[in-house]
């Protein structure tokens, strides 16, 4: 991190980046973080990406955007907004996101879009709640919510136990928030095999991926670099197990996360099987 604090992506990068990729099919531009709505030229990028016909999203933690003149700045420009939402209340979403608030903004911020995205990242100490936060998340509008496990990086590995939901945990937790939501709203869960997720395993972000570029900071001996990384697959940090050669799932699912695998082994993960075993799975 310390290698890219003083790195910002300039005007430049981004016209670099669009006239590389514009060329090879990319239609759409999400800004994400960190948190992009810092960035003081991000009004300026969005009007540029409009001007070129591409469709645009943001993710953000909404803190900027709860601001009334901020957000009618900003809202015509997207297409798309995907704000977190952590708890139901501040003392769960402020404890994760270490920021006293932080709920209170992006609640506002929710209000202030029109059929919002909302982004849900789960720790051992959130799952208890999640069913109400999702359940918060329809009555604030969500378009559709997405719930990411976290796979912890950097200085997150000391403190992996605490950061990352045994996907033992998962199965339970996804059936109840779809017992909750029903068809209401449609709910992805992001980073977690079909497996992990029972009865709702047609639910993984998985089986719904879009092959997409991801152009971020990385580090090279010359010094940190803008990289784009090409993600056909939703396979980036994760790998297949021993049980998935024999699951009929494994051409759709893109496995556990392979740091969680060698730190707990593989043994919560099952190849699809009994009466589910001849189900397809559905078609991304
Ligand atoms: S066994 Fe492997 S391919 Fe099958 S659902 Fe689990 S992780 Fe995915």
């Given at each position: ?8 992506v ?5 016209e670099?980046t669009?006239?590389h990729?514009m060329?090879r099919?990319?239609r759409a531009v999400?800004?994400?973080?960190g948190e992009?709505?810092?960035?003081p030229?991000l ?9 070129l016909?591409?469709?645009t ?21 997207l297409?798309?907004?995907i ?6 209340n ?8 270490l920021?006293p608030?932080?709920?209170d903004?992006?609640?506002r911020a929710?209000?202030?879009v029109?059929r919002?995205?909302?982004n ?6 959130s799952l208890?709640t999640l ?8 009555t604030l509008g969500?378009?559709f919510?997405l719930?990411s496990a976290?796979?912890?990086?950097g200085a997150?590995?000391?403190?992996y136990?605490?950061?990352a939901?045994p996907?033992?945990a998962?199965?339970?937790a996804a ?9 209401e ?7 977690l ?5 029972g009865?709702a ?5 998985d089986?719904?991926w879009?092959?997409?570029v991801?152009?971020?900071?990385a580090?090279r001996p ?14 980036r ?9 024999d699951?009929?799932?494994a051409k ?18 099952c190849?699809?099987g ?5 189900t ?5």
């Open positions: 991190m310390r290698t890219f604090r003083r790195r910002r300039t005007m430049a990068h981004v670099a669009l006239k990729w060329p099919g990319v999400h800004f994400t973080g992009p709505t810092l960035h030229d009004l300026a990028v969005l009007q540029r990406c409009a001007a016909g591409l469709r999203g943001l993710g953000t933690n909404g803190w900027r955007l709860s601001e009334p003149a901020y957000a009618a700045r900003i809202a015509p420009l297409d798309e907004v704000v977190s939402l952590h708890g139901p501040a003392e769960v979403h402020d404890a994760l996101t920021r608030g932080s709920f903004r992006a609640v929710l209000r202030h029109s919002p995205g909302v849900v990242v789960v720790t051992p100490a208890p069913v109400d936060t999702v359940r918060f998340a329809v969500a378009a919510i719930i976290v796979s912890p990086e997150g590995n000391d403190a136990d605490t950061l939901v996907l033992s998962w199965p339970a059936e109840a928030v779809v017992r909750a939501v029903g068809d709203v449609p709910v992805r869960f992001f980073g095999p079909a497996c992990a997720l009865a395993r047609a639910r993984s972000n089986l719904y879009s092959p997409r991801t152009v971020e900071w580090a010359t010094g940190a670099r803008l990289t784009s990384v090409v993600s056909m697959k939703p396979d940090g994760r790998a297949p197990v021993a049980a998935c050669a699951c009929p799932w759709a699912c893109a496995g556990p996360f392979v740091r969680y695998v060698e730190r707990y082994g593989d043994t919560e993960l190849a699809i009994g009466s589910d075993r001849g397809t799975p559905p078609q991304p």
